[in-house]
Nanobody, 128 residues
Framework: QVQLVESGGGLVQPGGSLRLSCAASGFTLDYYAIGWFRQAPGKEREGVSCISSSDGGTYYADSVKGRFTISRDNAKNTVYLSMNSLKPEDTSLYYC?????????????????????WGQGTQVTVSS
């Protein structure tokens, strides 16, 4: 059974850090580009970051550039999102998704329709 499972969310104070994990089962993540998305209550889901399978290239939303880092450990079949300098506006349900095209395209990666598999999400709350 193909499955993506996110973990690592929680409650953190502004300025704090978290590392989210996206673990795959039933398929091999290194054949897929992986995107992270987030959705806050009452808002549309938005792309946060993407990492290609083919060359490890990465993209970030402007709102997280310089604060978030996406990485992958193919041996562990896991992709990570390291989040630093967290702000209250980062509060969201965070999802990972897998794209069989293996490649994050510059203007396409934030389009959720590009992705084939989705996890159930992990909640991140930034509050004092």
């Amino acid at each position: 059974q193909v499955q993506l499972v996110e973990s690592g969310g929680g409650l953190v104070q502004p300025g704090g850090s978290l590392r989210l994990s996206c673990a795959a089962s039933g398929f091999t993540l290194d054949y897929y580009a992986i995107g992270w998305f987030r959705q806050a209550p009452g808002k549309e889901r938005e792309g946060v970051s993407c990492i290609s399978s083919s060359d490890g290239g990465t993209y970030y939303a402007d709102s997280v550039k310089g604060r978030f880092t996406i990485s992958r450990d193919n041996a562990k079949n896991t992709v990570y999102l390291s989040m630093n300098s967290l702000k209250p506006e980062d509060t969201s349900l965070y999802y990972c998704a897998a794209d069989a095209s293996r490649y994050c395209s510059a203007f396409v990666w934030p389009n959720e329709n590009e992705y084939d598999y989705w996890g159930q999400g992990t909640q991140v709350t930034v509050s004092s």
